[in-house]
């Protein structure tokens, strides 16, 4: 249990296109989602959180006008890069927990993906 | 200015033996630590936690250490295998670790037959 896919896993897009990339938690209700981002060879770095039926909470630096985080579901979140740069390419990534009560401490996370802007 | 520290880029064992891998931090607020493990172009996968409260957590041949007044963490892999080669995080929370994660910039392991 606790799968979270994402799609498109790879994606080339144009400079000033749109890109969206869906989050899904396949078989459990995530209440709240975070997307990272990571550039390579660092760490992950925390973009946004994301609870169903409210606004993300974005981090510090990061534009929300640009990069918009939809959850509308349970089971599903969106990150839209708007008017994608060169500068947006990079490996995205989003996470899952479980609705709270549960126990476990986990963020569940998904495969990644590798976002090019020519 | 980054909480939490991954100061070995690499590290290469050979098969059977152990590795440790380290984790420093500096945000006492931190109160949940987790290790993921994550392959090139995939999401990292949870391998162990470890709560503030405790100083230590095992599961099979992992096994992390909390060194609290030190704020350092290791992660130890023993025996180590080919297939634990892959990209180590250290991660962080002040909520539990269902909350935000801070990570760390990653150990390459590499484990040699």
């Known amino acids: 249990g606790a799968v979270v896919s994402q799609h498109p896993s790879w994606v080339i897009c144009k400079s000033g296109t749109s890109v969206k990339i869906e989050c899904r938690s396949l078989?459990?209700?995530?209440?709240?989602m975070f997307w990272y981002r990571q550039f390579p060879k660092q760490s992950l770095m925390l973009m946004a959180t994301s609870n169903e039926g409210s606004k993300a909470t974005y981090e510090q630096g990061v534009e929300k006008d640009k990069f918009l985080i939809n959850h509308a579901s349970l089971t599903l979140s969106t990150l839209t890069v708007t008017s994608a740069h060169p500068e947006d390419s990079s490996f995205y990534i989003c996470?899952?927990?479980?609705?709270?009560?549960?126990?476990?401490?986990?963020?569940?996370f998904g495969p990644g993906t590798r976002l090019t802007v020519t | 200015d980054q909480q939490v520290k991954q100061n070995s880029p690499s590290l290469s064992v050979q098969e059977g033996r152990i590795s440790i891998l380290n984790c420093d931090y500096t945000n006492s607020m931190f109160d949940y630590f987790l290790w993921y493990k994550k392959y090139p172009a995939e999401g990292p996968t949870f391998l162990i936690s470890?709560?503030?409260?405790?100083d230590k957590n095992e599961d099979g041949r992992f096994t992390v250490f909390l060194n609290k007044s030190a704020k350092h963490l290791s992660l130890h892999i023993v025996p180590s295998q080919p297939g634990d080669s892959a990209v180590y995080f250290c991660a962080a929370s002040t909520q539990g670790g269902s909350e935000k994660l801070v990570f760390g910039k990653g150990t390459k392991l590499t484990v040699n037959p």
């Open positions: 078989d459990f209700q995530a209440t709240t």
């Open positions: 996470s899952a927990s479980r609705t709270s009560g549960r126990r476990d401490h986990e963020q569940y």
């Open positions: 470890i709560s503030s409260i405790k």
